[in-house]
Nanobody, 115 residues
Framework: QVQVVESGGGLVQAGGSLRLSCAAS????????MSWFRQAPGKQRELVAG???????NYADSVKGRFTISRDNAKNTVYLQMNSLTPEDTAVYYC?????????WGQGTQVTVSS
């Protein structure tokens, strides 16, 4: 069973930075895509950024230029560097690891940005 564990959330002031980490384990298959999603209270979960095993990335328009996703394939770990945070970035951030056609999810980590 694939396990996905996030870390690095917390409370930060507007304009500050946080770095999230996510480690996946328990599979012998290549993790094709690792992604970050977020869900704010009363809103649907949305894609923040994703990265393929080959390093191709995509970002939500709302985070382009502020967030950077990166990946260490040897460690099955993905990172999300978040800069210039705003209160609108407040949400629970979830990591997803896609193995073949299945997404495995972490438990989420809270990011709170105070104004």
């Amino acid at each position: 069973q694939v396990q996905v564990v996030e870390s690095g959330g917390g409370l930060v002031q507007a304009g500050g930075s946080l770095r999230l980490s996510c480690a996946a384990s328990g599979t012998r298959f290549t993790i094709n895509v690792m992604s970050w999603f977020r869900q704010a209270p009363g809103k649907q979960r949305e894609l923040v950024a994703g990265i393929t095993s080959g390093g191709r990335t995509n970002y939500a328009d709302s985070v382009k230029g502020r967030f950077t996703i990166s990946r260490d394939n040897a460690k099955n770990t993905v990172y999300l560097q978040m800069n210039s945070l705003t209160p609108e970035d407040t949400a629970v951030y979830y990591c997803a690891a896609r193995v073949i056609t299945t997404n495995y999810w972490g438990q989420g980590t809270q990011v709170t940005v105070s104004s």
